[in-house]
DNA sequence: GCCTCAACTTACCATTTGGTAAGTATCGGG
DNA sequence: CCCGATACTTACCAAATGGTAAGTTGAGGC
């Protein structure tokens, strides 16, 4: 199935889940590549360097969360509606793919993994976080609020949302596979409940 | 000032500094070591080996958040404001000490990091968690709920209080210093509807 | 004075890591 | 049929890392 050129999004796949689980420093290019079944140099041979991957993987990321926000953005609906939506959708996706939002908290976490050294780099996520941001400035509640304040909002809902899944595996490990069973299920209703209190 | 043994206190400052900031893998003993002024193999000396010393760390992280839990629970008030005490006092702390956040929300994020193959090793944070949930469940609002219900609500405020703490350098680099300044003041209040809304 | 023990230090080592150099195989175009 | 580019591979390397071995120093007990 994989015809050509697919090694280079799968080399992507496999390093944001690695990334995501054991981060910049934990992740090797030897585990990442053996883990595609292709050669550490295949992966410099796409990426030039480490520090590269880690961009190309936050890249796409953001593109990905973007995406997300933009779904959920489409009609003339209420901002609480749409922010409604995102959330909603990021949950889904998280419980299925924890490393999205494992990978999400550990770069608002990391401030600085892989500079360049240029001052002008574009920050991770950012294209991300702005339209998020904007659009909880267009609430009813946010309305006459703060740039910080709907910031503070922001940090909140992404954490509230993204720690359970991104602690999923964790869990299981400390209270038993059934309590996270359970947890998956609630999870989304107790995301709603934190928007609808908060908004 | 430091009589004689500090060694061992700063030793264990600086290695959580650095653990919260750049993660197991990305903090090597020598970096610790010379941070606090001494040789590597004085670190190696009073703990053992990383692992040990990651562990040594994780356990007075859950010390000091048992202490700040059992604070918030002196007297008999109800388990509301108790947990309105707690999450003030970790927010409180957290602005001024941004590592404790980021190495909390780190170590959920990383289930295993330094296990030492045992199957019975005691799991970090489990004596803070524990107590945090059953609080939660001793609330009006979870009295009637499910463990996992109660477990769900704790990731979410942990989650939603500690990520603006642990990203608070990056958020300086990202939306200036001026911003990070307007979210400290704000932080407390926001924990404080958090908790207000889902309680 | 001497023994012991904690609290270190300098040397050293094996492994891992990111990265470079150079070679090979395949394929489409001219 | 050759040319160049793409998509890799094996070999190799310098630096960093966790950890061991052995030595030194100073204070307290007998």
Sequence with gaps: MPAVAQTRTRLLQVASIRLAERGYHGTSLAAVAEDVGVSKQALLHYFGSKALLYCAVLDQLGQDLLQMLFSAMQDGQPAEQ??????????????????????????????????SGDAAEPLPLQDFLEPLIAVIQATERFKASSFAQALATALQLLGGACLFPAA????????????????????????????????
């Design 168 to 199: 999923q595996a964790g869990l299981a490990h400390r209270f038993g596979p059934e309590v996270v069973d359970q947890l998956c299920d609630i999870s989304p209703v107790q995301i709603q409940a934190l928007l609808a209190a908060r908004l």
């Design 82 to 115: 749409q922010l409604d939506s995102f959330f909603a959708a990021l949950t889904a996706r998280a419980v299925q793919d924890p490393w999205l939002p494992s990978l999400l908290l550990r770069v608002l976490i990391e401030e600085r993994a892989a500079g």
